[in-house]
């Protein structure tokens, strides 16, 4: 039998590449591919700050592949990202909820449509440089295991893969630390090895949001009434895309103290603010669910619960209240759980499953 085949996708940051080293020294037959995504040629601005969506990320991969001496290709992915990703991004914030679009981009980009593309073209496996690793249970079943380094893992952006999905990918990275990646790229005199990571949201540089849904969404983003919970208007909002569950900078009100967004109600248009006390809750629904290290769940079954990507995590109880939806209750309160989030349960180090918050609220 010949080498197996792997396509690794490279954003042209020191972790995909790195990760196309690794394989490449594990024996592997492998290709480099970039995802276009940018969806403009203008739009190539939004690499300048290290993101993976411009054109610059295609030059820095190619001279990264050349280096390891592999192939690189582009493989157009505009219209599955303007779908999944950008017009999925708006809809969330104009319906009043805060979408995580990297969990969307990676389920149905970066693993669906690429892997599909990488099988036709005979792959073995997809690779990506995520910190995070890869496990088959002894049931059979896959699951996602915690990187290497807690401060860099990067599960939480993953739990929605599939089985499929996960039995064809390969995360190299997951076994290191970010200092042993950036010294592997030293050692290798790769071009990105002091690239600096990228951080927000790719596709919208400048980091505003309102303004980019504003431009692109083709809808009039109308502004409304601050409300206290009892429906009581205390000021002005320049629009429901401005706001976050628990924001409290930017809502220049003259309150007297601190106030928080606790609610947003797209039905009226209105911005719900309340005390800190009112920001947290000890449960949530959620709902597209999907589990990993197990089929489904009966019973109640206890988890480590994270509500956001830089959450450290809390103890809770996970159950089905419906066929795809569940209720978490926390052994303590958390703050600022915020619908159109993803909560992601552990099972220690193991990816248990995970869905997409509803609400806080019963």
């Given at each position: 039998?010949?080498?197996?085949?792997?396509?690794?996708?490279?954003?042209?940051?020191?972790?995909?590449?790195?990760?196309?080293?690794?394989?490449?020294?594990?024996?592997?037959?492998?290709?480099?591919?970039?995802?276009?995504?940018?969806?403009?040629?203008?739009?190539?601005?939004?690499?300048?700050?290290?993101?993976?969506?411009?054109?610059?990320?295609?030059?820095?991969?190619?001279?990264?592949?050349?280096?390891?001496?592999?192939?690189?290709?582009?493989?157009?992915?505009?219209?599955?990202?303007?779908?999944?990703?950008?017009?999925?991004?708006?809809?969330?914030?104009?319906?009043?909820?805060?979408?995580?679009?990297?969990?969307?981009?990676?389920?149905?980009?970066?693993?669906?449509?690429?892997?599909?593309?990488?099988?036709?073209?005979?792959?073995?496996?997809?690779?990506?440089?995520?910190?995070?690793?890869?496990?088959?249970?002894?049931?059979?079943?896959?699951?996602?295991?915690?990187?290497?380094?807690?401060?860099?893992?990067?599960?939480?952006?993953?739990?929605?893969?599939?089985?499929?999905?996960?039995?064809?990918?390969?995360?190299?990275?997951?076994?290191?630390?970010?200092?042993?990646?950036?010294?592997?790229?030293?050692?290798?005199?790769?071009?990105?090895?002091?690239?600096?990571?990228?951080?927000?949201?790719?596709?919208?540089?400048?980091?505003?949001?309102a303004g980019f849904i504003?431009?692109?969404?083709?809808?009039?983003?109308?502004?409304?009434?601050?409300?206290?919970?009892?429906?009581?208007?205390?000021?002005?909002?320049?629009?429901i895309t401005h706001y976050?569950?628990?924001?409290?900078?930017?809502?220049?009100?003259?309150?007297?103290?601190?106030?928080?967004?606790?609610?947003?109600?797209?039905?009226?248009?209105?911005?719900?603010?309340?005390?800190?006390?009112?920001?947290?809750?000890?449960?949530?629904?959620?709902?597209?669910?999907?589990?990993?290290?197990?089929?489904?769940?009966?019973?109640?079954?206890?988890?480590?619960?994270?509500?956001?990507?830089?959450?450290?995590?809390?103890?809770?109880?996970?159950?089905?209240?419906?066929?795809?939806?569940?209720?978490?209750?926390?052994?303590?309160?958390?703050?600022?759980?915020?619908?159109?989030?993803?909560?992601?349960?552990?099972?220690?180090?193991?990816?248990?499953?995970?869905?997409?918050?509803?609400?806080?609220?019963?």
């Amino acid at each position: 039998m010949g080498k197996k085949k792997v396509v690794v996708g490279m954003s042209g940051g020191v972790d995909s590449s790195v990760a196309a080293y690794l394989l490449q020294k594990q024996g592997y037959d492998v290709i480099g591919v970039t995802m276009q995504i940018w969806q403009k040629e203008e739009d190539e601005a939004a690499s300048e700050n290290g993101g993976c969506c411009g054109l610059s990320a295609v030059e820095d991969a190619r001279k990264v592949a050349f280096g390891l001496g592999i192939p690189h290709y582009v493989m157009n992915f505009r219209d599955e990202f303007q779908d999944k990703v950008i017009d999925y991004f708006m809809e969330e914030y104009l319906a009043g909820r805060t979408p995580n679009p990297c969990i969307a981009c990676n389920r149905y980009v970066k693993w669906e449509s690429l892997l599909r593309r990488s099988l036709q073209i005979g792959a073995d496996y997809i690779a990506t440089g995520h910190y995070a690793r890869i496990a088959q249970l002894p049931g059979g079943r896959y699951a996602l295991q915690r990187s290497a380094t807690a401060a860099k893992d990067q599960t939480y952006a993953l739990y929605n893969l599939t089985q499929e999905q996960l039995s064809r990918t390969l995360m190299p990275v997951g076994d290191y630390e970010k200092d042993q990646i950036r010294e592997i790229a030293q050692e290798l005199d790769l071009s990105v090895a002091q690239k600096p990571d990228s951080m927000e949201i790719c596709f919208v540089p400048d980091q505003d949001y309102a303004g980019f849904i504003q431009k692109n969404s083709g809808q009039k983003i109308a502004e409304g009434n601050f409300v206290t919970s009892d429906g009581t208007v205390v000021g002005r909002h320049k629009g429901i895309t401005h706001y976050t569950i628990g924001q409290r900078k930017g809502l220049n009100l003259s309150m007297g103290h601190p106030v928080f967004v606790t609610e947003i109600r797209p039905e009226t248009n209105e911005v719900v603010i309340g005390e800190h006390e009112d920001v947290f809750t000890d449960r949530l629904v959620c709902t597209n669910l999907n589990f990993m290290s197990v089929p489904d769940i009966c019973d109640e079954v206890s988890v480590i619960a994270k509500i956001r990507y830089n959450h450290q995590g809390t103890p809770a109880v996970v159950r089905k209240i419906g066929p795809d939806q569940a209720e978490v209750v926390f052994d303590e309160p958390v703050r600022a759980v915020t619908p159109g989030q993803a909560v992601v349960f552990y099972d220690h180090d193991y990816v248990l499953g995970g869905g997409t918050i509803v609400t806080g609220r019963k």
